[in-house]
């Protein structure tokens, strides 16, 4: 047993050194996407096209919050070729020069942490609802049994009733509707990236009001990073964390510009005086953009 003499000072208290698991300090210096002064041009001598030229931005893993990144820019800017690298989908991967990265490695080809929305309809015409929903996890070699569990579980997630759309087949359903199965597809899988090109761009208003809504409650469920395109200034404004903002073909980033964090419904929160006001100054940037050269 140990003593301490009458004049002899007690040795101060150890201090404590939090522990940090291999998976969390991995976490915690790994960026999610990063691109460092990419360029992506089609073809050779004349007929050469650069879609984006020295495209560079940071991405980071951010704990319990991934972050969502709208995409905004003038038409043909490269804003599709961005993702469709991300995903590691041809002809856009790989490019041409510069390095994209995907959880600090070269992207190679497409992977299972990330999962991509398109704007076209993008359902399998010849399955039902559930196994529409269901099919990633069939290539994955889930169980019958578990996948059409796991399926019905997304139908509700994402607003349908299980009982009524699970059986039907991608023409009787409205294209809101078949937009929920193309998410709730994706989202099944549960990717890290979620790249979205423009999911909405085809939905009426009111629909589109209620698609951002879900789609905020599901990213904040999945702790996902999301990439999101679009023409609505609006809806970017409202999803977002961060806008990156590209300019004219070929296409770079001009602007990222953080986002208040939207706290009602977007058919609320679209009405305020202060979105309005950040909509307005990025209408003003993006109408530049588009003006006359």
Known sequence: MSSILPNEAAPAPAEAVPVVSPATAKRAHTHVVEFRDVT???????????????????????????????????????????????????????????????FGKPVQTAGADRGMVFQDYTSFDHLSVVDNIAFGLECRGVSLKDRREQAMHWIEKVGLNKDVDAVKYPHQLSGGMRQRVAIARTLILQPRIILMDEPFGALDPGTRYAMQDLLVKLWREQQATVFFITHSIEEAVYLGDRLLIMSRAPGTILHEIPIPAAERPARDAQ?????????????????????PV
């Open 40 to 102: 992506k041009t089609y073809g050779e001598g004349p007929n050469a096209y650069t879609a984006i030229r020295n495209v560079s931005f940071i991405v980071d893993d951010r704990p319990d919050h991934g972050e969502f990144v709208p995409i905004l820019g003038p038409s043909g800017c490269g804003k599709s070729t961005i993702l469709r690298m991300i995903a590691g989908l041809s002809p856009q991967h790989p490019p041409t020069s510069g390095d994209a990265l995907v």
């Open 271 to 291: 009405r305020d005086p202060e979105f309005l006001g950040m909509v307005f100054k990025v209408r003003d940037i993006v109408d530049e953009l588009e003006g």
